[in-house]
């Protein structure tokens, strides 16, 4: 998630797009990411580039790439859209893409980026998550069983205070820095002209590139990258809810998809007409005269048309208040003996 | 009874007979891919590049059950399936196309993106379908088609007839709506390559790489359903998906500033094979004479044969590329087709399309304002009709007594009005009209506005960017310069082919105007902290000297004397009952 607006702060599209990079590249497909960005920095007219999100400078890696999908762009990242996500409390007209369609058995990572203060992450500049509400939306997510694990991963300013309050079983967090200290952006790019990266995760990004599905890394890697001598920030974890040993722990349990493959050595045969289903289209019926395709600008019917009917709506108060009082000033004028009058 | 049984049985046994027969027949291809592009180049040197990729399917997608799909892709086909949609198109667009200096747009889209949906006429909800519809694209396209709802969907009753096969067009089974604040990049160019059969990887569409698209001056990407004609007695329907993406590439821009292109300038990248899943596959290029002169432009390697073609009421030459033939890859394995100007280009030859618009927004301040468009006629001695529609949001409030329409110095009387008012937070304005513009003429419509304060709350995260009013729509029937022919479509290339023509005399054209961008009275979000403090200690201030001036009085008070250990004495000496000290 990447919840800040504004060109200058392109450093934090290019932070959730590098991690997005990182778990497709360990076989996570598009179908299990929900990806959300604040705004369109690819194809802002300030970006010299169009189309490209550079992580490095001098333009090493775009981390935009060619197959990106996001699900939730632009005014949608709200912070009642991310926690509807997260719980699954969501309208029922919505894509799957934009759903969190996780069980007892997932494991999810969430990673958030933006401008943070102490105990708050800001959505767009104009509203704010507290770590409360999002501890209580883990809780949800604990309460309906919609994960195995899961693990949390934020790269703001003070961004500590935003797990200090979870209570929900098997959560394992990691945090950019301290309550108290800001993170730190990496290097800018002169073309570009702003900030690129942010340390914290300009350092897990290079970790990450180290990774491929099969290897066996442990999460007590991950606890040390980027030292306090590179990032300035000290980077904080918070294992005490998590019930196995971060040792034991792998990158890929929450970084890759690796899929169960059962080979077989017998070959299966697949009958050709089992279905038909080439076969099963019902004979059409053909229409008795030929269709026509319609006039693009009937000028004549057009003129003619009649005027649509307006619906029938019951009077407003304004009209009906109006007649009570006229029909109230002649009742009191002329008295009630009248009304036989009247009818 | 038990030999009528035996009979019927045996009637049934012989009807199944031929099953394996027909499941032969029923194998032979009923869908059909073909890939176009068009390179025109542009009277100021830019090039305009428009794919078209046409899948065919000659099954009826709403009644018997469709589950197989081969070319045509199943997201779309289920979605017309199951919301009883007849026609559907959707395109996406960034950038503005100049009328002006490039001439007529093969087909153009509003800045943002339009969709447009008529329903078949035996759905009951049009409104529950089309909220439906939208936010099924928005998870297909990744925009954020979920934000069309009532406040910006409106119901033509003029323009925007069905470009498919048609029987009665009740209006309200029509639903419009423009989003021009949506953004259009990488994102949703890739789920739009995925609908195609061969992907990106094979035939015209390995030219479609970002970086290169979105480098450019104008580019969208559309997709249109419709319903069209099996055979040329049009008995029977077929279902058309046609993709279309147009990109303008910019002269300056590119580099060099020389005006001469290639596909590899352009794309960066050539044509290497073609889509095994293709039936036809060819790159048309626009060599047409201008003022009737011999050749400007020379294209190179040679093409495989030459078309002309009467496109937009006037004659047109192209210059053919034919993928599927084998001569074309001979001599090299890749194509890359170049255009050089002959001799170079004045800007005084630059043809005026007969009919182009512009709008903008007049007045100043932040209360009240005015939107004016200026319609041009080029034609020197034919008039006609153009309908105009302008959908403008509810919170700039139009008053129609103010609209003004002047041709040529006098008040020009609309044929037809369909003018529906906007309420506030839940339907936007509507304007159709049926305008008759004289020949060589500027016809000027202008109509006022209030700007509405908004609601706190309804204010986006970044309000002071703007408010956006999305294109105005105008269709005409243009007088051509070359009588057209009835001509067969499956014959004919892909951009001729998809307004359906009724004479020649004259050809339908649909333009947008310029996207608006108002200013409303914004609050100054970052304040309210600082307002309550500050208006707090005046009214603290104020009120409380006032307060105290009225009610303050002033009496004598006994010193007090002692200090703490003094009052705890008193203190005892109270509980005991004795008087204090």
Redesign the interface.
Known sequence: VCTSRFWFNYRHVANTLSVYRSVKRLGIPDSHIVLMLADDMACNPRNPKPATVFSHKNMELNVYGDDVEVDYRSYEVTVENFLRVLTGRIPPSTPRSKRLLSDDRSNILIYMTGHGGNGFLKFQDSEEITNVELADAFEQMWQKRRYNELLFIIDTCQGASMYERFYSPNIMALASSQVGEDSLSHQPDLAIGVHLMDRYTFYVLEFLEEIHPASQTNMNDLFQVCPKSLCVSTPGHRTDLFQRDPQNVLITDFFGSVRKVEITTETLSLDRDAAGFESKFPEEELATEPLKYAEQLPVAQIIHQKPKQKDWHPPGGFILGLWALIIMVFFKTYGIKHMKHVF | GGMAAALLLLLLLVAAGP??G??D???ER?DALREELLLSPLPTGDVAATFQFRTRWD??LQ??????YRLFPKALGRLVAALGVRELHLALT?GFWRTRFWGQPPLQAPAGAELWVWFQPTVTDVDKAW??LS??L???F???L??IDSTNTVIP??SF???????G?DHHLLRYAVLP?E?????NL??WKKLLPCGSKAGLAVLL???R???SSYHSQAVHIRPI?RDA?????SWELRQTLTVVFDFFSSGQGKKDWSLFKMFSRTLTDTCPLASQSKVYVDISPKNKEKELLEVSPPPTSVHEAIVQGDKKTYAVYDLLSPLLFNTSRSLNVQLKWKRPQDSSEMPVPTLHAQRYVGGYGLQTGEICTLIHNTHPYRAF?V?LLETVPWYLRLYVHTLTIITKGKENKP??IHYQPAQDRRRPHLLEM?IQLPANSVTKITIQFERALLKWTEY???PNHGFYVGSSVL???VPSVTAMKDTDVEQSPLFTSL??S?DGSSY?VRLYTEPLLVNLPTPD?SMPYNVICLTCTVVAVCYGSFYNLLTRTFHVEEPSRGGLAKRLANLIRKFRGVPPL
């Open positions: 099953g394996p027909r499941a027949a029923g194998r009923r099954a009826d009644r018997g059950a469709v589950s197989h960034q909220k439906e936010n099924i928005s998870g297909i990744c925009a954020s979920n934000f009753t003029a007839k069905p470009l498919g096969l048609a029987n067009t604040r953004v259009v990049c990488t994102e890739t789920p790489k970002a970086e698209l979105f480098h004609c007695s049009c008995l029977a329907v009709p309908v044929s037809y049926l986006p995260p970044d269709s005409a029937l307004f359906p009724s339908f979000f």
